[in-house]
């Protein structure tokens, strides 16, 4: 049996196999297949391709439609620690200082994270240069690329 769920990290619905105990998505989230939603379940591989593009489509809205299909609290939790790092980073005015603050305190709640975090947190702090300051981080060596489009700080 295969299902559709979708990663709580990065939002994007995935199919897996139900049989495994969990998932690894392509963002480097190990996701609890016990634990997850599952919003739709088939022995067709098929008809659950097809159900992983629609879902994808409808997340495409953003955050707020995923809180509403998924009723889930675990994405008040990464909005938290979103606010937290946005209020420490706001207190440099550095630019520099302040993406290390932003990669460090990513780091420091997901071990690693996605320049859909990144950009998250750079949204709250009203900067908009969003790879070009993930390149200076990389160039820096502040952070370094473990997995494709995966992020850690040193
Ligand atoms: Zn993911």
């Known amino acids: 049996m295969f299902g559709v769920v979708v990663c709580s990290r990065c939002k994007r619905?995935?199919?897996?196999?139900?049989?495994?105990?969990?998932?690894?998505c392509q963002c480097g989230n190990q996701i609890q297949l016990k634990e997850a939603k599952k919003f739709f379940e088939s022995?067709?591989?098929?008809?659950?391709?097809?159900?992983?593009?629609?879902?994808?489509?409808?997340?495409?809205?953003?955050?707020?439609?995923?809180?509403?299909?998924?009723?889930?609290?675990?994405?008040?939790?990464?909005?938290?620690l979103y606010s937290e790092i946005v209020a420490s980073a706001s207190s440099v005015t550095n630019q520099k200082e302040r993406l290390t603050i932003v990669v460090r305190g990513l780091t420091d709640a997901l071990e690693?994270?996605?320049?859909?975090?990144?950009?998250k947190v750079l949204n709250n702090l009203?900067?908009?240069?969003?790879e070009e300051s993930l390149h200076l981080l990389l160039e820096e060596n502040i952070?370094?690329?473990p997995r494709k489009d995966v992020f850690c700080a040193v």
């Not at 995935?14 to 105990?21: M, Q």
């Not at 593009?53 to 994405?75: F, H, M, P, R, Y």
């Not at 009203?126 to 969003?130: L, N, R, S, T, Y």
């Open 126 to 130: 009203g900067i908009k240069k969003v």
């Open 143 to 145: 952070i370094y690329e």
């Open 13 to 24: 619905a995935r199919g897996v196999d139900l049989r495994s105990k969990t998932a690894r």
């Open 43 to 80: 022995n067709d591989q098929r008809e659950i391709a097809s159900a992983v593009g629609k879902l994808n489509a409808e997340l495409a809205g953003g955050t707020e439609e995923w809180e509403k299909i998924s009723g889930k609290s675990d994405t008040a939790d990464t909005e938290d």
């Open 112 to 119: 690693s994270f996605t320049i859909e975090d990144f950009e």
